[in-house]
């Protein structure tokens, strides 16, 4: 039985906790959040001990593995200790909006020899993994160029706005079906509506001077689904949403509907294929726990995507 530690018990936490009951062979043993009562509502619903202190937490139970479920700004610190405490963690993407310190979490873990497991569930949409696989096969050819739309309605994103932790997610995700070496980048972000950025726009260049271009919003009236077109030299990807198009310019190759109907599963009660990627997400780590090895080939460029997004908002084109 793999033991469970968690730290942070916010909206975060129960995303990674509803999904961790339905995996087998793990068992949640402790809880901790710097608002107690957080951890007392946590560890009554769910099981385990609670602290108001994670050190104090990792001292007093023996875990495994410690799910971080904080805000990534507190990544770096807490991951870090939890490392080098020689206990695996996983965490949400994006790791940290440092290159830097996300390259020091890296090395920290393979010094320690444990894991650390960065959780992206749009990886693990099944539309997603359809796409993501249809680009790994190449049947399309070199990629010349596409564009991504992201609209949220205005609050659903809290605080950070635009720049929310499901925007660098879902750049992750198409960090991984575009295949390119990244040129640089040129991102702009506005306030329209309030004190945080609720607009961006701005492109991805690659060394092929294929260009993906970029527009976030966070205030419209309704979360609308994501739209991602890649173009091909043979032919054109969409995704909205749960609706995926794959055409080449001779013949329409597939078009399905991956409705919230297809994601049902009567065994196990679900019926959000958001909370359904997630299960799917952690049960790939723990059922591989044993033999799991972490790999850097993605992280990397999508920690180095963020951290330059960051910078180009502040100095114009960058990218080292």
């Known amino acids: 039985m793999i033991k469970v530690g968690f730290i942070g018990c916010g909206k975060i936490f129960y995303k990674h906790c509803l999904a961790l009951e339905k995996v087998e062979g793990v068992k949640i043993v ?9 951890a007392k509502v946590a560890t009554s619903l769910h099981g385990g001990v609670a602290y108001s202190s994670y050190a104090e937490m990792l001292k007093q139970e023996k875990i495994d593995v410690v799910h971080v479920c904080t805000p990534t700004k507190t990544h770096y610190e807490i991951s870090s200790y939890c490392l080098e405490h020689g206990i695996s963690v996983i965490v949400e993407s994006p790791l940290e909006f440092d290159a830097v310190k996300s390259l020091k979490i890296m090395q920290k873990a393979q010094e320690n020899d444990v894991n650390i497991y ?3 569930p749009y990886e693990h949409i099944e539309s997603h993994i359809k796409l993501m696989r249809t680009m ?3 049947i399309l050819g070199e990629i010349l160029g596409g564009r991504l739309i992201l609209s949220w309605k205005k609050d659903s994103q809290q605080m950070p706005g635009v720049m929310s932790h499901s925007m660098f997610q879902i750049l992750d995700y198409v960090n991984q079906c575009i295949e390119l070496e990244i040129k640089d980048v040129n991102f702009m972000a506005d306030r329209r509506f309030g004190e945080v950025y609720d607009v961006l726009d701005g492109i991805i260049r690659y060394k092929n ?4 271009a970029v527009w976030a919003n966070s205030y419209a009236s309704m979360d609308y689904p994501m739209q991602l077109e890649i173009e ?3 032919g054109l990807i969409k995704l909205v949403g749960n609706e995926l198009e794959i055409n080449r310019h001779d013949h329409m190759i597939c078009r399905e509907n991956y409705s919230l109907q297809d994601y049902i599963n009567q065994d196990i009660g679900i019926s959000n294929p958001l909370h359904l ?4 997400a952690l049960e790939d780590f723990y059922h591989n726990y044993e033999s799991y090895e972490f790999s850097d080939k993605h992280l990397i460029k999508t920690q180095m995507l ?3 997004i960051q910078s180009s908002l502040n100095h114009g084109d960058y990218y080292e």
């Open 30 to 38: 402790a809880m901790s959040d710097c608002n107690f009562n957080k």
């Open 118 to 120: 960065v959780v992206n």
């Open 136 to 138: 790994e096969e190449g």
């Open 209 to 212: 001077d294929s260009v993906l």
């Open 232 to 234: 091909c030299e043979k």
């Open 277 to 280: 990627a997630y299960i799917h």
């Open 306 to 308: 963020v951290a330059n």
